[in-house]
């Protein structure tokens, strides 16, 4: 099978999942992704430079509207890149490595948002403007799933361009 085949497959399969899927595609889906996510992560691990530690889950670059409650009330911003570990964000005045933030990231419009708690891992400059890198904490199942469904819409989209 070649690979455009392949992906158009996937592709097939993924919507059938985000439409509702039964639990026999449910199986096929995730032991298809979790193949696909793997293969994914290898060709990144190709491209790394000396010293880089290979990623555990994909990360897409995607500007995602989320809202943290800070010490001085609720902040908004957009991510600059996700996964299913965490993501990406600038905050003008970032709290501290280790602090944990509740959050609400909206991964469509009229979706309920995704929501939990972060844990901030570093706060870096980046083009003048503090960068903060977070760990998600606790996503709830359902949330996980809209979350990697959304992640994996993203992928499929610019592999098929």
């Known amino acids: 099978m070649k690979v455009t085949q392949w992906l158009s497959s996937f592709s097939e399969l993924h919507e059938r999942m985000k439409n509702g899927a039964d639990s026999d595609v449910r199986a096929e889906y995730k032991a298809v992704r979790d193949d696909f996510a793997a293969f994914l992560l290898g060709v990144q ?36 890149d996700i996964s299913i570990g965490g993501l990406s964000t600038v905050l003008s005045d970032p709290p501290p490595a280790g602090t944990r933030l509740p959050f609400r990231m909206r991964l469509a419009k009229a979706q309920v948002p995704v929501s939990g708690l972060v844990s901030v891992v570093k706060v870096f400059a980046h083009n003048g403007s503090p960068r903060v890198a977070c760990r998600f904490e606790d996503l709830s199942p359902p949330d ?18």
């Open 45 to 80: 691990k190709l491209s790394l430079n000396a010293g880089e530690a290979l990623r555990q889950s994909i990360r897409v670059s995607r500007a995602v509207p989320i809202e943290f409650d800070l010490a001085t009330g609720p902040v908004s911003s957009i991510t600059f």
């Open 144 to 161: 996980r799933e809209r979350l990697e469904l959304m992640l994996f819409d993203h992928v499929v989209a610019q592999l098929l361009e």
